[in-house]
């Protein structure tokens, strides 16, 4: 078995759009959530969200490049240019077989708003613009970045819920370790706009507690709902024989990946699946559970299922629980995002040497037994973290990654 | 609308649309070899090249033969010659 290891990272996150602003968040717990006041106004009951601010889109692409792209696609194409740049790998070098290309999404709702209002205003698809056929595909964004980076390895999109990030990374790694591939591009996107989440808004799922950086309070008693949130996070995994050969600086590892399904509930998630696939990658680190040092928790802040993740950390350490971050108190959750974001946390936290606080966390659940939120910043990598992610469906997709 | 500001409303749109510095625009530039636009483009072309004028090409066919800028501005002359385009 190969070693996939962590070469670059790069992020367009709520936190901010560079390594250096988001790891400064990640330091000062800055929460990216706010309100958009026109939510209430569109019929929704909650106003917050994440917001991504200073973005460029024309920072790397020209305006005919971006015509086929939706705003996450242009977030994920500059999350990996500065993953490239970070891990040093030019362009050319993408250039054969063995350089792939995974990410993690599971909804093209804003562009198929687009494509549909397009038709209503033109009257003829001809006069709709070329660009819509490619904005509105879920592989928006591996399709339009294997035409840009031009790499020739395989390129493809993973869906499965809020699990997709964890599931592209994951993926990415095995790909590596299986010696299919040399460099696997990896990462995952979330559309952001009120359009992509106002059906989600509808059955409840949503805080509405002010004020907005208050209110994603992951396992912590007053909870009342998540805060979406999005952006693009992208990772350059290469192999480590690789890697060394060209001097890469090595900034981790993807030590272990697991994946499970609940086969229960689509929206209720259930006390076993998540704990099998944290078992499961954990196995596949070829660590035990007491050599976690740190576990970045799924953690969205509904009351069902932090606890249910609860219970599903307490079966993999009924005694000695490592302590636990729950990142989603800052950026909200980045849903499909959020399990290739968190990896990139991780990354950034470790080559900066500390762990982030948990925000928001005040008062424990009087209903569930206690977990070591880590609610202070220690000023020490995470050391070997198990990153969590579920999804509806009961998807559930967990990493091992070495970040000491 | 003489055909220079024919030609001037097609290098404005193209320009706008294709981020295209001016200079390039000249009558003899090819355009996908030149220009860079490609099938797609020769799309989203006709559309702001109709926005442009205010109106709807009816047999868009017609454009295929355009190989040049000063093809389209030709081709836009004659429309307004024959009255079909608000040129």
Known sequence: MGRAVVTGVGIVSVLGVTRESVTDSLYHGVSGIDAEPDRIAHGMRSALTGIVRGFDEGRFLNRKQRKTMPLCAVQAHAAVMDA????????EALRNDRCGLIFG???AIVPTLEQANALAETGQTASMGSGHVFRSMNSAITLNLNALLGNT????????????GACAVGMAADAIRLGRQD???????QELGWQAVAAFDGIGAFSVRTPPQEASRPFDADRDGLVPSGGAAALILEDIDHARRRGAAILGEILGFGMSADGQNLAVPGDTGLSRAMAAAIADAGLAPEEIDCISAHATSTPLG????????LRIFPDACPPVLALKSLTGHELWMSGASQVVYAILMARSGFTAATANHHRPDPDMPPLPILTCRRDVPPGRILCNAAGFGGSNACLVVDCR | MTNDEIAATVNRAIAEEFELAPERLRPEAH??????LDSLDIVDLVIVIEKAFGFKLTNREAMMDIRTLGDIHAFIAALRDKGEAGA
Do not use: F, H, K, Y
């Open chain 2, 31 to 36: 355009i996908r070899d030149d220009l860079g």
């Open chain 1, 153 to 164: 390895g395989p390129g493809w999109t993973v869906s499965a819920a809020c699990a997709s």
């Open chain 1, 105 to 107: 999404n599971d909804s």
């Open chain 1, 183 to 189: 460099v696997m591009i990896c990462g995952a996107a």
């Open chain 1, 306 to 313: 932090d606890a249910a993740e609860q219970r599903n950390i």
């Open chain 1, 84 to 91: 490239l740049d970070q891990a040093n790998l030019p362009q």
